[in-house]
């Protein structure tokens, strides 16, 4: 298929070239604002991914061959042509996730800044050299030079909520390593990343460097993740499906970006202005549909009260709304993610749990609901929502705070909000997460910083140096004099 069937057809990138399905199937794209059709993917076959696949990997070894200023250069160009698409890709994104236009451009700004990043970074790697005499027995004729090489073929699955920086975030570290890439975005958000790649094409991407496989994740899915030329992946995306990926991806190195319950611990000396910006920032930026927002607060009873009432003055004066109408809260991903919101919104009432704010609730557009009294026998307390629903559990002390978050399945960040720094550190020791935020709201944060979640909430660390690192393995040459 080389022309354009049907102006809602967005081909995939196979060998520079943008094609469709040899059997014409593809996958609709609605908008989370109108439910509208976006566009359409094509929807590959398995014999049509294991091509591209061989493709990437044909080529690895050529690709890795460059020198690496070669490698940087393409990622600064590829910079420059995304900046030019900014408001194409903006837009896109805007319809196919519901983000406001203004995040959609945002998210690409940055993306560019991400990549930019990369190219530098990129060029500082280097190995290591290592005298044989520093251990009994050996001798100085024995040396160790220790190099850093690409793993080959990098599977990058991106998500639906960051579709151009968190597929960025993958492909550039893999590609200024001397990686190949296949890259499988998620469908809602698919468009957006074609795009990206048409700007990464422009820059003068070499045939087959990086592929892009569009479809049904129940036909291609395992079927990519278990390939036998894919050397490493990374994976964005639920906690359930990362399981999944990491054991039936045996024997390659796998980084995972998983699930949440980010908690926000509020003292009683915390500045409760702050506090009560920063978690509702935290708790509802894009809807709550974020890895890192704050999706549980515990506080201290004695500032409950006050706490909670200016939350709610903040949140009462924000704009629900279609992304289209550049909403504060806008409509989620889906009608399956509000529905499971709802549940979740029922249990804690039916349970005891106070509602202290009551969200609107028209099909998948879901206005912020507030919960008091939140327990440990609530749903709420444990779940990941992914949507605009906070609960409060109410807390006679820190100590209290850090029993229940030991209990917490997840652990990618908490916020700690107090104006007594050694109580910060003496919780943050405590905390079994990746990152503490100290006065502020969980966040992904610089994408230079390094970013990681420990038990349901990923494995290995990213963040654009740690990210570099992991598409690289070590390979020692040992000189015998």
Request: overall charge negative; proline content about 4%.
């Amino acid at each position: 298929m080389t022309v354009r069937q049907a102006e809602s057809l967005f081909y995939t990138l196979l060998n520079n070239e943008w094609i469709g399905s040899l059997s014409g199937e593809t996958v609709q794209i609605y908008s989370p604002d109108d439910h509208e059709a976006v566009g359409e993917v094509p929807a590959l076959s398995q014999e049509e991914v294991a091509a591209a696949i061989q493709k990437t990997a044909d080529v690895q070894e050529a690709w890795a061959a460059k020198e690496v200023h070669e490698r940087s250069a393409l990622l600064h160009r590829w910079a420059e042509e995304l900046e030019k698409m900014t408001d194409e890709i903006g837009e896109m994104i805007h319809k196919e996730v519901g983000k406001t236009f203004s995040a959609g451009k945002s998210e690409v700004e940055r993306t560019a800044q991400l990549i930019r990043y990369t190219a530098e970074e990129g060029l500082r790697t280097q190995g290591s050299f290592i005298q044989g005499d520093a251990f009994p027995g050996a001798t100085k004729k024995t040396k160790a030079i220790v190099q850093k090489v690409p793993h080959g073929v990098v599977l990058a699955i991106s998500p639906f909520n960051y579709p151009v920086n968190l597929a960025a975030s993958k492909i550039a570290p893999a590609l200024i390593t001397g990686n190949t890439v296949i890259f499988k975005p998620a469908t809602q958000g698919a468009i957006s990343g074609l795009l990206m790649m048409k700007a990464l094409v422009k820059a003068g991407l070499p045939e087959g460097v990086v592929n892009v496989v569009t479809g049904r994740g129940s036909v291609i899915g395992d079927f990519i993740v278990s390939h036998p030329l894919i050397d490493m992946i990374t994976f964005t995306g639920g906690t359930a499906t990362g399981q999944h990926i990491a054991k039936i991806a045996s024997m390659i190195p796998v980084v995972l970006e998983l699930g949440g319950k980010d908690s926000a611990i509020v003292l009683e000396d915390a500045d409760l202005n702050k506090a009560a910006k920063e978690i509702v920032s935290g708790a509802l930026s894009y809807s709550g549909q974020r890895c890192t927002a704050i999706k549980r607060v515990m506080v201290v009873d004695s500032v409950a009260d006050e706490l909670i009432g200016k939350v709610k003055e903040i949140v009462s004066g924000l704009k629900v709304g279609k992304s289209s109408e550049d909403a504060s809260v806008t409509p989620l991903i889906n009608q399956k993610s509000a529905d499971f919101v709802t549940s979740l919104i029922d249990d804690a009432q039916n349970k005891g749990a106070i509602v202290v704010l009551e969200g609107s609730k028209e099909k998948n557009l879901l206005g912020p609901t507030l919960l008091d009294h939140v327990t440990a026998e609530m749903d709420v307390a444990w779940e990941e929502q992914f949507g605009p629903v906070l609960p409060f559990i109410r807390i006679e002390n820190e100590g209290e705070a850090t029993a229940l978050e030991k209990r917490n399945q997840y652990g990618l960040q908490a916020s700690v909000f107090t104006s007594n720094l050694e109580k910060a550190f003496a919780i943050s020791d405590k905390l079994n997460v990746g990152t503490v935020q100290v006065n502020g709201k969980t966040s992904r944060g610089p994408d230079h910083f390094p970013f990681l979640g420990v038990k349901n909430s990923g494995q290995g660390v990213q963040g654009i140096g740690r990210s570099i690192d992991s598409m690289l393995r070590d390979k020692v040459l040992v000189l015998n004099l």
